[in-house]
């Protein structure tokens, strides 16, 4: 997967919480990716494995609701794109003092 | 906002009340409905958008779902049109294979399908013989290539076995190689066409012949008749005469034919058939 701002986002965003469930929308918010761009990449990790989708049908009077998981390919993948992203001078503000990507890294 | 406050000064309350329903209500929701038809029946990012939109809070869904007419519009309506030529591709092929198998004892050219279906038959033989016929002038056929076989009645109860099984696959290469023909006159397929006007493939009821290796196989050696627009192109150097009188279908005549001629009137009978739609 290319190494671009929204895969680093999104990145973080799942890396944030590695075992839980992911929501699109949320994640849209997480990431601050637009839904028209966080689709196609998790449909891509989807395609490759690093993800694993199901539905949440808990609410009741809802319609089902998708969610993601990483899989153990896609945090080691994903973990990899995080620490590249550490290094390139473009995602530098991902890793600022206070953003998602310093907590991350932290933790 | 002063007008909605304005609005609320004339009593017009139940005015704001419509437009506030109307846009944050009934908008989203039909709007979504429209954008989601984009997507194929079978999409798992329909019934994605739909929770999602369950869940997204009442006045930020007019927004939310204006986002999403990016996602449909690059991935839903792409997706929906690649489905829809599938089909269509497929059907042609299908199609095209069942009008094969009506007639197993004609002459026979191998398709891409049935080659493509029955690859280790030693009774199909793609490439033994090329033979050119005619080529095409200023819209009219002159000279084509034919490629011919025979068809045993073995072959045909094995394609149609076989050919559930990989016809769909086949007619997706098919689209992904823009090869669109050739299922044609029954028995025979032309190709190297690709110079006749569309108009004249219709008028024809050809189909477009995209290679222009197109190959024979033959044990014995036939002479193939095919008249377009009043023309008959007569190929020689083969033993058996075999006619293509537009009806979409071969017949071997009494008489063997020698000689190469164009122009010599062919078999009239028979119904025009166009075995390939839309073209």
Not at chain 1, 7 to 34: C, F, N, W
Not at chain 1, 91 to 102: C, H, N
Not at chain 2, 12 to 34: Q, T
Request: some cysteine.
């Amino acid at each position: 997967m290319r190494q671009t701002n929204a895969s680093v986002q999104v990145a973080i965003a799942l890396m944030a919480d590695p075992s839980g469930q992911h929501y699109g929308y949320e994640m849209t918010k997480a990431a601050g990716v637009r839904s028209g761009v966080i689709y196609p990449i998790l449909k891509r990790m989807l395609d490759d494995g690093w993800l694993e989708d199901g539905w949440d049908g808990s609410a009741r009077g809802k319609p089902p609701r998708r969610y993601y998981t990483l899989t153990d390919e896609g945090i080691a993948a994903l973990g990899g794109i995080i620490a590249r992203a550490r290094t390139d001078a473009r995602f530098k503000a991902y890793f600022a003092p206070g953003a998602a990507g310093a907590r991350l890294v932290t933790a | 906002m002063t007008a909605a406050v304005a609005l609320a000064a004339q009593r017009h309350w139940w005015a704001i009340l419509l437009i506030v329903v109307g846009v944050f209500c009934v908008l989203p929701g039909f709007a979504l409905r429209l954008m989601l038809l984009a997507y194929p029946d079978d999409d798992p990012r329909k019934a994605e958008l739909r929770g999602a939109f369950a869940r997204t809070p009442i006045f930020r869904r007019l927004f939310w779902v204006f986002a999403q007419l990016e996602l449909c519009c690059f991935e839903g309506l792409p997706t929906r049109i690649s489905q829809r030529r599938d089909r269509r591709t497929e059907a042609m092929a299908r199609d095209a294979l069942d009008d094969r198998a009506e007639e197993p004892e004609e002459a026979f050219v191998p398709l891409m399908e049935e080659l493509w279906l029955n690859p280790d038959s030693s009774e199909i033989d793609a490439v033994a013989t090329t033979e050119t016929v005619a080529i095409i002038v200023a819209g009219k056929p002159e000279q084509m290539t034919v490629k011919q076989a025979q068809r045993y009645r073995e072959n045909v109860r094995e394609l149609e076995e076989g050919y559930e099984n990989r016809v769909r696959e086949l007619a997706h290469e098919r689209q992904q190689s823009g090869l669109l023909v050739t299922p044609v006159f029954g028995g025979v397929s032309l190709s190297g066409v690709s110079n006749l006007s569309a108009s004249a493939k219709a008028a024809n009821g050809l189909a477009v012949a995209a290679d222009a290796n197109v190959t024979a196989m033959t044990s014995d050696v036939w002479n193939i008749s095919y008249r377009a627009s009043g023309t008959t192109m007569t190929l020689d150097n083969f033993s058996g005469v075999w006619r293509w009188d537009q009806a979409a279908n071969f017949s071997k005549s009494e008489q063997p034919s020698r000689g190469h001629s164009l122009g010599r009137p062919g078999p009239a009978s028979g119904e025009r058939r166009h075995i390939l739609p839309g073209h």
